[in-house]
């Protein structure tokens, strides 16, 4: 029974293998030389590519796995003894968009900044989403037509017109710091922090959901006569 790694169910499971196939190619390993140094080489690598199915989720996970070569292994299985590996996942679904964001009436330009921002984080870069986050914020003011001259008034236009509560506005003006620290001085948020950002912009993007919801149904239900 062959056992990988289910992103869905955070452990090895079992799984069906439904694709695998391997591929020679060259690659680009690193020796050490003395006590600091190191040395890059170009060596034949073995890629292999493959999609599985967690036996228990069901779960769908494409894997690349690199085995890199050490020393002098002669044979493919020689190689795959002594392999420096590499595993690399796609989709990394660690946090996925939520459905209802591609329910808004975002122009596509704004979708594509969300989305790129999910995947920045999914891929750790963590200075990256922070940015994103920050630039999700600057267009939903845009969109909103709220342009007072700078984040923190814009905040407040958003806190006076009811949109967010007090807690809210203290958090996204937190959120707001931690992406021009990013941008501009080199801050590295960690995992933990970017996890709470995503979660104050979907709580700011749901206000959009809920009032396109109550239009929709102001338009079905019938005026009272
Ligand atoms: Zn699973």
Known sequence: MEKEYCQKCKTKTNVEVLYKEMERAIGEGYKSIGNKSVEKFF???????????????????????????????????????TPMTM???HPNISKKIPEWI???????ELI????????????N???????GIRTIID???????????????????????????EVEKKIIKEVIDVGSAAAHRGFEPTKEVI?????????????DLLKEKSERIKKVVPKRK
Request: glycine share 2%; charged share 35%.
């Open 102 to 108: 591609f329910e808004l009436d975002y122009e596509m």
């Open 139 to 165: 267009s939903y003011f845009q969109l909103h037509k709220i342009e007072e001259g700078s984040f923190k008034k814009n905040l407040e236009k958003l806190y006076s017109n009811r949109i967010i509560s």
């Open 195 to 207: 996890e709470e950002m995503f979660s104050v912009l979907e709580r700011l993007l749901s206000t």
């Open 43 to 81: 060596c034949v690598k073995i890629v292999e590519w493959s999609i599985y199915k967690c036996k228990g989720c069901e779960e769908r996970t494409f894997k690349i796995k690199e085995y890199i070569p050490r020393g002098h292994e002669k044979t493919r299985e020689e190689m795959l003894e």
């Open 112 to 123: 594509k900044i969300i989305s790129e921002t999910y995947r920045a984080f999914n891929e």
């Open 87 to 89: 595993e690399f996942y």
């Open 125 to 131: 870069l963590y200075i990256l989403s922070s940015i």
